[in-house]
């Protein structure tokens, strides 16, 4: 492997061609952005590949070449083949294998046998939220604990007060498919972005009659659609999701990139923060089919896993942080012990074939919250791996469920063009 | 068919392409309705004359007919059905665009159409042209001769599978009579025309090998670090998972129903149970947060909670404030003879200060974990042996639960106050801190004694 970062650039094919280098991701590698003409073809247009996909799949004949270059990697030597690499890697996915499986010395399910049933619940509809126009694709309540935002198709924002039904505020963005929304901590501001591909942060006012929508202001710039967003321990910063495959931290005030995760091959569906006292990391899923932890300070991915058979729609932290639960459109939820590093139930049924979209976790952890799209609500025993109860009521898909701060209500936003606030 | 094999329809989620060659699609048929299509030529090859081609100024008049273009739009219109793979040319199969003269085309099977949800794999590739080299050997491309070499090497393991998959679909091919086979080749090496498209050998050879490798070296990176990390045993931590759902039972209101409303002002006996969960449940409840201040007050041990909240401030906070905070707290908690100097291990406070030289978000991380730990280890738990406790346990309310009936919580819910609004919450607490920093800012001895000289 030769020193030089440069070398293989030099095309030779096509008229025209021009070379730029993408910025340093993760020293020492080097991401090469090359332009030019195919040899088959007289347009020529830019092209980038996104960070870990091999550059000759892409089917698009517009692209003459992408060519990843490492720059002296530590322990890629010269006489490395792609035999060895791949045996290698063979070997150390067995021996992790290994490892995890000596510290498997119980299963939840038999912990679970010390723990009580719970009873059967009778959980129902207290409020309908009518007011969108279209699907209302997400939703996220404020700290306050009453308040919420949801976001829909048609590109309205509107923070409602879920006791009292009123609508507080209704934001307008240029853009249809708002996909991602959330309340800041302070209860000053929310965030919204979908198709437009940014993430916007809109203070709120007091005032009724101010325009809120003029004081939008954009925060994060991704090269595809937004797909979830959430602001950190504070209203200063924003983490977001998107279709690119990548996870960004955007400071809100300036606008800059803080810090960027890579690690998805595919689109990044879902994130969330973890709760814990130190609260340095969170985690993603996405359309690869894996859910990823990472590190904010460093952007490293600590941890992965891949047990669902599809995309992952949606991840929630366990209340303790040492734990999260995914929904994938395989029709299961997973729940994962963190500290195991392991996937440790899978919630499923067979009279349940839909795709879930959403799900969350009760105040003390006991029962999850997942929505589907066959309409309904399924709630599970987390210990058990029982189905405890089904709520129906919504007309179309679930979009998202998510239960309120402190643990007495749950929303759930719905294709049917509403929302349902429902408690015990 | 089972709906859960078949690639989910992400309806909301569509990538944009799909949407555009969605409706490329549907011009594609339109175009070769018999009626109202694109005429008709055909294509003649030595003696056999082989239907269904169409001339490449045909096809652009239909284009510009229907939807009423230019002749140049028309013509880019074209070339973009063609750069897509749904129409190919039949000379000059390497170069993917559509010239405005008599040179034929032909419309690509709906099996080969990109929207189709099949990914063209390295296999099928390989399949393709090992059918090729069986056929004509030695007749392959210079590049597809590499990617040939460089397929036989990296899918070595199927390499049985593969030229039996070859020689079966060779077979076949010359089961058909010769103007479907001829049709069906041109189809197969247009598809891979768009798919693989002839690049530059050395480049290409270069760009795979290089991709492949650090791809893999990546992930065994990833692998062992995986290893090293250490991991805890299932029974201690699935343990934990099921104490942490038993201790918060009782304040999980679907499992122990009539939870009354909670009060910005006394708080309740199940509030206060909370924080003596863990400190950080004491921590994230302001109301505790403040009775944990008092505690520390009688203690004079306040400094750590201040640095430990002042730490935060600086992680959380905007990237333009982070250097001036930086600075005031290396004053206030971390400067040798600073007012409220915190007691940390040498240590740590060599590598804050240190990394204080060139702050950054996370400089104080090391010190804020100590100093959590110190709390979290042996004052918190004074805390709840406390008599500062203990009186807030007894002043806590035990709100009776009420019985409602369902229309009366109906009409206690419509008449309910909108409550303080978080906004104004929020501005209140900013006036308190201004204040409260107002007041602990250092003593300056200076202005205090041109007070007394001006008194005097």
């Keep these: 492997m030769s020193q030089d970062p440069l070398e293989g650039c030099r095309i030779s094919a096509g008229k025209k061609s021009a070379v730029s280098l993408g910025k340093a991701l993760h020293p020492p590698n080097l991401l090469v952005v090359v332009e030019g003409t195919c040899g088959a073809c007289v347009a020529a247009s830019p092209v980038s590949a996104p960070e870990g996909s091999c550059s000759y799949n892409v089917a698009h004949h517009h692209l003459c070449v992408c060519v990843r270059v490492c720059m002296a990697w530590q322990g890629l030597q010269k006489g490395e083949t792609l035999a060895s690499l791949k045996q290698e890697s063979e070997n150390l996915r067995r021996k992790l294998e290994e490892e995890r499986g000596k510290l498997t010395d119980v299963e939840l399910h038999q912990v679970a046998e010390k723990v009580e049933t719970v009873a059967a619940l009778s959980i129902k509809t207290r409020r309908v939220l009518k007011g969108h126009g279209n699907k209302v694709l997400s939703m996220d309540w404020c700290k306050d604990k009453r308040r919420l935002v949801s976001s829909s198709q048609d590109g309205k924002v509107i923070v409602w007060d879920a006791f009292t039904l009123n609508k507080e505020h209704g934001i307008t963005l240029p853009c249809t498919w708002v996909m991602a929304c959330a309340y800041a901590p302070s209860g000053c501001a929310v965030a919204c972005g979908g198709l437009d591909n940014k993430c916007s942060v809109v203070p709120l006012s007091l005032d009724r009659n101010e325009n809120v929508t003029a004081k939008k202001k954009s925060v994060a710039m991704h090269t595809n659609y937004v797909s979830g967003c959430s602001f950190t321990n504070s209203d200063m910063q924003l983490l977001t999701s998107s279709g690119d495959g990548t996870c960004a931290l955007w400071d809100v005030e300036s606008g800059q990139l803080l810090q960027s995760f890579h690690g998805h091959t595919a689109d990044v569906l879902s994130l969330d923060l973890a709760p814990s006292e130190t609260g340095n990391t969170f985690v993603s899923g996405g359309c690869d089919m894996k859910a990823n932890v990472w590190d904010m300070r460093s952007g490293q991915n600590i941890q992965s896993f891949d047990n669902h058979q599809s995309d992952i729609n949606c991840v929630k932290y366990y209340p303790s942080g040492d734990a999260f639960a995914s929904a994938s459109d395989d029709a299961t939820c997973r729940f994962y012990d963190l500290r195991a590093d392991r996937e440790v139930a899978v919630y499923q049924k067979d009279s349940i074939i839909f795709g879930a979209s959403s799900v969350d976790f009760s105040l003390s952890g006991r029962l999850l919250f997942a929505g589907y799209n066959d309409y309904t609500i399924n709630v599970w025993d987390v210990l058990k791996g029982t189905r405890v109860s089904v709520l129906f009521g919504h007309e179309n898909r679930v979009s998202r469920v998510r239960v309120s701060p402190d643990g007495t209500a749950l929303c759930s936003a719905s294709w049917d063009n509403t929302l349902r606030v429902s408690r015990t | ?456």
């Design chain 2, 1 to 456: 068919m089972t709906i859960r094999t078949a690639r989910p329809n992400r309806g909301q989620h569509v990538p944009p392409r799909m949407h555009c060659l969605k409706k490329l699609e549907a011009i594609v048929v339109e175009m070769q309705d018999p009626k109202n299509g694109v005429k008709n030529s055909v294509q003649k090859l030595n003696v056999t004359t082989i239907p269904h081609a169409a001339a490449g100024n045909d096809i652009i008049a239909w284009i510009n007919t229907k939807m009423k273009t230019t002749v140049e739009e028309a013509q880019v219109f074209g070339t973009m059905l063609v750069a897509y793979g749904y129409i190919y040319p039949l000379k000059n199969h390497n170069k993917l665009v559509m010239c405005n003269d008599s040179s034929l085309y032909r419309f690509q099977t709906p099996y080969f159409w990109p929207t189709q949800k099949w990914v063209p794999e390295d296999s099928d590739y390989a399949i393709y042209l090992a059918k090729r080299n069986i056929r004509k050997k030695g007749q392959l491309e210079p590049y597809e001769q590499t990617h040939y070499n460089h397929l036989h090497e990296w899918l070595n393991h199927k390499w049985e599978f593969i030229v039996m998959q070859a020689t079966e679909q060779y077979k076949a091919g010359r089961d058909r009579n010769k103007p479907d086979r001829v049709i069906f080749d041109c189809q197969e090496r247009a598809y891979w025309m768009v798919n693989r498209p002839p690049v530059s050998l050395w480049l290409f050879v270069r760009g795979l090998v290089c991709t492949h490798q650090w791809l893999l070296v990546k992930k065994n990176v990833f692998y062992q670090q995986a290893i090293m990390r250490s991991k805890v045993k299932s029974s201690v931590s699935l343990g934990a998972l099921v104490k942490y759902i038993t201790t918060y039972k009782n304040h999980d209101p679907f499992l122990a129903p009539c939870q009354p409303m909670l009060s910005p002002d006394a708080p309740t006996k199940m509030r206060v149970e909370r924080w003596s969960f863990s400190l950080f449940e004491l921590l994230t409840d302001l109301r505790g947060r403040d009775d944990f201040k008092i505690f520390l007050k009688k203690e004079f041990s306040g400094e750590n909670l201040a640095f430990w909240e002042a730490a935060e401030e600086l992680k959380w906070g905007t990237a333009s404030s982070m250097s001036t905070k930086a600075e005031t707290i290396f004053k206030t908690f971390l400067a040798p003879g600073a007012p409220r100097w915190i007691n940390i291990d040498g240590r740590t406070m060599g590598l804050t200060v240190k990394g204080l030289e060139h702050p950054h978000r996370y400089v104080l991380e090391a010190a804020q974990t100590h100093v959590f730990l110190l709390m979290k280890k042996d004052t918190f738990f004074r805390y709840l042996k406390s008599p500062t406790y203990k009186e807030i346990q007894k002043k806590a309310l035990s709100p009776e639960t009420h019985s409602f009936s369902p229309a009366q919580l109906q009409q206690n819910a419509q008449n309910r106050s909108p409550g303080i609004h978080p906004i104004i919450l929020w501005q209140q607490e900013e006036e308190e801190k201004a204040k409260a920093a107002a007041a602990s800012a250092p003593v300056d001895v200076k202005a205090v004694m041109s007070k007394i000289d001006r008194k005097k």
